[in-house]
């Protein structure tokens, strides 16, 4: 049943251009050139675009235009929507690539265009793959000097590879969707058969992502695009085009001034910015993971071993014997917090020192503020803490301690 819906939603979701609008032709000197009589295409002779034909793992051959940019930094990496190909798209590439001041790879998904195959979710997940392998391999452009756009159905395989790719320089969603039967079928639940299921993986994402979106699109509600904004890791400001709708953003003035803006801070930002920002979102999320693992915890002093300068003076002691993350236990046989008898001739901690449980051979006088007949002052160096206040030891207390561990 959930291959069924799955294969339905991939029908709805897909709508190659039929014919398509260009064709590639082989020329005299083994390249290829691409001949169409409906859109503009580039002249044989253009020295900064290469067509390539790209061999994907699902056996597939897909087309791709690489535009050159001289003065280009960074490479933008364009997935396309559901109902274009590379013939519609060339002028816009060529715009974005000067007025961006990019270099841009674009791909038509299998079974598109001049592509060979059929189109589904896994196998434009095997082409993006493919295509960022060939940007690697055939052009020497790493990770870090990478910006992937999506736009509407593209918005999937690029948060798939985004998700993959942690140096990535930063992530374009425009017109994207939180998953294909939210669109199709306007669900709040995310199943098992679901396609492009964008919800879960813009939280793996560890770049700058930028979200377009216009406020009437009709076909993928703005909530799609205000969802994705709000869950990813580092969201740059977003652009809501107000009146714009889902094929037409690229008219308004503020789609290309936003992502120059964009494109220029992402420029700015140098690896060791990435680096630094990256160990700083690292650090934050364990001391989170530490807080919260806290719960069950009390800190209680106890006396610094003077011949272990690695020693911590305060320990974590935990009541509950159910989180071993809470459960101290001493590694230096000198600052032990149970202090040993003379015939104690161990490594570790014996019974008779320790409070737990309480043996007739502890003779010392039980502190007045001890819960529980099992705790005495001198045979556990660790204080017992009530649960309203604190137990600080004096000086002389603490001094007595210590000379218990040197017997």
Known sequence: MG????????????????PPTYQLKKRDDGKLTVVSAAAPIPHADDSSLDVLLVDTKHGNKIVAFYLRNPYARLTLLYSHGNAADLGQLYDL?????????????????????????????????ADIEAIYECLETE??????????????????????????????????????ILSGLRVLCHVKFTFCFDIYKNINKIKK???????????????????????????????????????????????YPDYIRHLCKFIQEMESMTTVKRLKKIRQSANQSKSNTGSARRCCRMKCCRVKCPECPDCCCCMNY??????????????????????KFRSCLGSTCCTKCCCFPKFPGCCFP??????????????????????SSPVVWDQPAAQNAHALVIL
């Open 3 to 18: 291959c069924m819906v799955s294969q339905l939603a991939a029908k709805f979701a897909f709508f190659p251009p039929s």
């Open 93 to 125: 590439f060529v715009q974005l690539k000067v007025n961006l001041r990019v270099n841009l790879m674009g791909y038509d998904y299998s079974g598109y265009g001049a592509s060979t195959g059929k189109p589904s979710e896994s196998s434009t997940y």
């Open 318 to 339: 935990s009541l509950s014997l159910n989180c071993p993350d809470c459960c101290w236990r001493p590694s230096c046989t000198k600052c032990c917090c149970f202090p």
């Open 366 to 387: 039980k502190f007045p503020s001890c819960l529980g007949s099992t705790c005495c002052t001198k045979c556990c160096s660790s204080p017992v803490l009530l649960p």
């Open 139 to 176: 052009y020497g452009v790493s990770q870090e000097d990478v910006i992937l756009y999506g736009q509407s159905v593209g918005s999937g395989p690029t948060l798939h590879l985004a998700a993959k790719l942690p140096r990535l320089r930063g992530v374009v969603l425009h017109s994207g």
């Open 205 to 251: 994402v560890k770049c700058p992502v930028l979200v377009i979106h216009g406020t009437e699109d009709d076909v993928v509600n703005w909530l799609h695009g205000n969802g994705l904004w709000k869950m990813a890791r580092e969201s740059y400001d977003p652009l809501w085009i107000k009146g714009g709708g889902h094929c037409n953003l690229e008219l």
